[in-house]
């Protein structure tokens, strides 16, 4: 659906070029909520931007239900545009509107008949659940509602695709939380694929099934959530997933535990639900602390990442830990 | 030799309603010069939403030339070109072409500052929404930026009746006439006092008129 080939954009500025995109080659299939996640400055905006050609590419080549956006002409790219919704992080609102008058906007560019515009904003009002805002202006609403009338506004002409640029960085946790379900029922009760950026961890495990991590402007790891986000390879993906769950306890308390041998154990799927650590634990007559960890649900599926130790003799552990490495992964946990 | 006030009120009413005739026609016109002037300015600046360096650059050079000019001395200096286009320099008409010059380029700039507050992503909401760049200064940039515009137009009329009671000194009629002709080389204070007073409330009047437009369409 959308196609970067090779794509690199370079900035001129003060006679100093600027490569805010870097040889990227990703594809986003129909039907994706694809997340694109980077620490600001990795040119994930400008790489946004090049799919509905705010931004041309320097070199390389972004292809839209495979067909280059470039190769039209101006009114053409217009129309095109239509078709790639758009949603921002500071909302962009016409304050000179009302949020029935934002929502019309687009349709009014395309021409529509007024009688169609104002059946097809009661339908959108109602769709992001805002029925009784629509005379407002945007300074009566909070950030929430902001971004709902947003969003109504980049699904008026019924595109295929959304592009959301840092849609929940302005907004508080809860709200972060509806607007992100509400992208969700975009995707799957109107089948529109979305391509988001963010920096928050969060926004990417809460809705999307397919990720890439941006550095420098190079797409430094991609694939499914899931297995990015368990098996991460990068230091950066690291990072970032380290951000959301905090990969150990503080030294303060892992000081409790200098002297004996820590081990993080890491379930994947149904795996986390199978009673392996305790089944394996009673075979051996061992005894196993749990210190520190989190199961959680990743694209409803389990992943659990546990820091263990156990008591009993050492031969017994070893058993343990050798039955366990057959099914689960298992790491020594080094205290520094 | 004094003014006889009895007779005298009937010319001043005549030159008030020929300074409001200056004003407002001076206000239309360099409104909407200005305003393009404006447009393009913002438009074809860099990033612009129709970038052109040459155009930018010349329109900048030319306000630029044009306002530092005492107004005084730009009266003058167009005085062939008013000859050609109203076909006279004296009187009212004549006077409302070199007022409408100097005032365009003052509105041009007016209208590029409050255009350049906009908020850039709204404009560029606008183009991700496939909006044309005529569409975009039609449906956005004017609309987005008329409360402060109001308000800058507001200023500039201030500055309209100010340029016109210039006008009237060389013989462009109005009060500025009144006063010099009748009040000062006549060295009579009343007259000077009367037309001051007047154009001071029209001032006043002018700066309400502006305040509760530009609030009304600010919401605030």
């Given at each position: 659906?959308?196609?970067?080939?090779?794509?690199?954009?370079?900035?001129?500025?003060?006679?100093?070029?600027?490569?805010?995109?870097?040889?990227?080659?990703?594809?986003?299939?129909?039907?994706?909520?694809?997340?694109?996640?980077?620490?600001?400055?990795?040119?994930?905006?400008?790489?946004?931007r090049?799919?509905?050609?705010?931004?041309?590419?320097?070199?390389?080549?972004?292809?839209?239900?495979?067909?280059?956006?470039?190769?039209y002409?101006?009114?053409?790219?217009?129309?095109?545009?239509?078709?790639?919704?758009?949603?921002?992080?500071?909302?962009?609102?016409?304050?000179?509107?009302?949020?029935?008058?934002?929502?019309?906007?687009?349709?009014?560019?395309?021409?529509?008949?007024?009688?169609?515009?104002?059946?097809?904003?009661?339908?959108?009002l109602?769709?992001?659940?805002?029925?009784?805002?629509?005379?407002?202006?945007?300074?009566?609403?909070?950030g929430?509602?902001?971004?709902?009338?947003?969003?109504?506004?980049a699904?008026?002409?019924?595109?295929?695709?959304?592009?959301?640029?840092?849609?929940t960085?302005?907004?508080?946790?809860?709200?972060?939380?509806?607007?992100?379900?509400?992208?969700?029922?975009?995707?799957?009760?109107?089948g529109?694929?979305?391509?988001?950026?963010?920096?928050?961890?969060?926004?990417?495990?809460?809705?999307?099934?397919?990720?890439?991590?941006?550095?420098?402007?190079?797409?430094?790891?991609?694939?499914?959530?899931?297995?990015?986000f368990?098996n991460?390879?990068?230091?950066?993906?690291?990072?970032?997933?380290?951000?959301?769950?905090?990969?150990?306890?503080?030294?303060?308390?892992?000081?409790?535990?200098?002297?004996?041998?820590?081990?993080?154990?890491?379930?994947?799927?149904?795996?986390?639900?199978?009673?392996?650590?305790?089944?394996?634990?009673r075979?051996?007559q061992v005894?196993?602390?749990?210190?520190?960890?989190?199961?959680?649900?990743?694209?409803q599926?389990?992943?659990?990442n546990?820091?263990?130790?156990?008591?009993?003799?050492?031969?017994?552990?070893?058993?343990?830990?050798?039955?366990?490495?057959?099914?689960?992964?298992?790491?020594?946990?080094?205290?520094? | 030799?004094?003014?006889?006030?009895?007779?005298?009120?009937?010319?001043?009413?005549?030159?008030?309603?020929?300074?409001?005739t200056?004003?407002?026609?001076?206000?239309?016109?360099?409104?909407?010069?200005?305003?393009?002037?404006?447009?393009?300015?913002?438009?074809?600046?860099?990033?612009?939403?129709?970038?052109?360096?040459?155009?930018?650059?010349?329109?900048?050079?030319?306000?630029?030339i044009?306002?530092?000019?005492?107004?005084?001395?730009?009266?003058?200096?167009?005085m062939?070109?008013?000859?050609?286009?109203?076909?006279?320099?004296?009187?009212?008409a004549?006077?409302?072409?070199?007022?409408?010059?100097?005032?365009?380029?003052v509105?041009?700039?007016?209208?590029?500052?409050?255009?350049?507050?906009?908020?850039?992503?709204?404009?560029?909401?606008a183009?991700?929404m496939?909006?044309?760049?005529?569409?975009?200064?039609?449906?956005?940039?004017?609309?987005?930026?008329?409360?402060?515009?109001?308000?800058?137009?507001?200023?500039?009329?201030?500055?309209?009746?100010?340029?016109?009671?210039?006008?009237?000194?060389?013989?462009?009629?109005?009060l500025?006439?009144?006063?010099?002709?009748?009040?000062?080389?006549?060295?009579?204070?009343?007259?000077?006092?009367?037309?001051?007073?007047?154009?001071?409330?029209?001032?006043?009047?002018?700066?309400?008129?502006?305040?509760?437009?530009?609030?009304?369409?600010?919401?605030?």
């Open positions: 659906m959308i196609e970067f080939r090779n794509v690199t954009k370079t900035f001129q500025t003060k006679g100093q070029a600027i490569t805010a995109v870097e040889k990227v080659s990703l594809t986003v299939e129909a039907g994706d909520i694809f997340g694109i996640i980077g620490f600001s400055g990795a040119g994930k905006s400008t790489l946004l090049l799919v509905n050609l705010l931004e041309k590419p320097t070199e390389g080549e972004v292809l839209i239900n495979d067909k280059s956006l470039t190769d002409t101006k009114k053409e790219l217009r129309q095109q545009r239509r078709d790639i919704g758009m949603i921002f992080q500071n909302f962009n609102l016409f304050t000179s509107r009302t949020v029935a008058k934002n929502i019309a906007y687009p349709l009014e560019l395309a021409g529509v008949a007024k009688a169609e515009i104002k059946h097809k904003v009661e339908e959108l109602r769709f992001v659940g805002l029925s009784d805002k629509a005379k407002h202006y945007p300074e009566q609403l909070s929430g509602q902001k971004q709902r009338v947003g969003i109504a506004r699904l008026a002409t019924s595109p295929r695709i959304l592009i959301c640029d840092e849609a960085s302005a907004l508080d946790p809860n709200t972060t939380a509806d607007i992100l379900q509400l992208i969700q029922k975009v995707n799957k009760e109107l529109i694929t979305v391509l988001l950026i963010t920096h928050e961890m969060q926004v990417i495990e809460a809705i999307c099934n397919r990720v890439a991590v941006m550095e420098e402007g190079r797409v430094i790891e991609s694939g499914t959530v899931f297995d990015t368990t991460p390879q990068h230091a950066t993906t690291k990072r970032f997933i380290s951000a959301t769950e905090q990969d150990l306890p503080s030294a303060h308390l892992l000081e409790k535990w200098s002297g004996s041998q820590l081990y993080r154990l890491i379930f994947k799927g149904d795996k986390a639900s199978d009673p392996l650590l305790s089944q394996a634990t075979k051996h005894d196993v602390n749990i210190i520190y960890g989190t199961v959680k649900e990743l694209q599926r389990f992943f659990g546990l820091i263990v130790s156990f008591e009993g003799e050492e031969q017994k552990i070893q058993a343990v830990l050798q039955e366990l490495r057959q099914a689960i992964e298992v790491k020594e946990v080094a205290i520094a | 030799m004094k003014v006889d006030w009895q007779t005298f009120w009937p010319r001043i009413v005549e030159a008030t309603g020929q300074t409001l200056m004003v407002i026609a001076t206000l239309i016109f360099s409104t909407i010069i200005g305003t393009i002037i404006g447009l393009t300015l913002f438009a074809t600046r860099k990033g612009g939403i129709l970038e052109n360096r040459w155009v930018a650059i010349i329109l900048n050079l030319g306000i630029n044009i306002r530092p000019i005492p107004f005084v001395i730009l009266l003058v200096a167009l062939p070109l008013t000859r050609t286009v109203v076909g006279t320099t004296i009187g009212t004549a006077a409302i072409f070199p007022i409408t010059i100097a005032a365009s380029f509105v041009a700039r007016v209208v590029e500052n409050n255009l350049i507050s906009i908020d850039p992503g709204v404009i560029e909401a183009e991700a496939g909006a044309s760049p005529l569409q975009i200064i039609r449906t956005v940039l004017i609309p987005e930026a008329l409360g402060p515009l109001v308000l800058g137009l507001t200023f500039v009329t201030v500055s309209l009746i100010d340029f016109s009671a210039v006008a009237g000194t060389v013989g462009g009629g109005g500025g006439h009144i006063a010099m002709t009748h009040g000062y080389q006549r060295f009579d204070t009343s007259v000077i006092v009367v037309t001051v007073v007047i154009l001071i409330i029209l001032v006043q009047l002018a700066q309400w008129l502006g305040n509760t437009l530009s609030s009304k369409i600010l919401r605030r």
